[in-house]
């Protein structure tokens, strides 16, 4: 695939973001992906270019995106996987925390997907954007409000740039609850969680791998949520 366009994906430092980073890699596919903060199991993504950026600093944001269209004069897809998890309960005040909140899933995202569109639709295999939402985004949370009022913002993006970039770019989101613990999550905190939905498992990033897969195969799928939930509304 010395041809294929590279894939851009945000928050590659861990977890969902890394396994994606990795499962590309493995495909052949050229990957740019950004980071913020370097942890060790970066030096396992060997082959892709690595970007340290600060979401929250405006002149980050602006020196990842002229980086890019610098180098690159077309992308398969670009995965708008970074995120941050502030409570309410945060030494932070209010509206640092919502601003926050809304900067990393909905700022980011529009200001990404309106700097590189043309390098999607110049992609000749199609091309998509994927947002990773949450499962609070239709249900809310009475200890994270902004940032289920953030997710929310960037469900509602992914239905105007669908409608905006078609038909050459396909968007779509993936909403996840529950997809895999940390490692200090302890033993009753788990049994809690997994009480909360039907299927009482966490899947692992493996399953977001499929999503995302899936997704970037569909020929006719754009404006959509796909729901990884384990059942959880109907709890």
Known sequence: MVNQ?????TGVGKRIGFALAKHFLKKGYPVLGTYRTAHPQLSE?????????DFYQQKSIDELITAIRQEYSSLRAVIHNASDWLPESSDQAPTEIFSRMMQIHAGVPYQINLALA????????????????DY?????S???????????ALSNLTLSFAASLAPKVKVNSIAP???MFNPHDDEAYRSKALDKSLLKITPGEQEMVDAVEYLMRSQYMTGRTLSL???????
């Open 118 to 133: 043309d390098l999607l639709e110049n992609s000749e295999e199609g091309s998509d954007i994927i947002h990773i939402t």
């Open 136 to 140: 609070v985004s239709e249900k809310g």
């Open 5 to 9: 366009a590279p894939i851009l994906i």
């Open 142 to 152: 009475s200890k994270h409000i902004a940032y289920a009022a953030s997710k929310a």
């Open 229 to 235: 939930d384990g059942g959880r509304p109907l709890r």
């Open 45 to 53: 993504l060997k082959g892709a270019q690595l970007f340290a950026v």
């Open 177 to 179: 609850s529950l997809i």
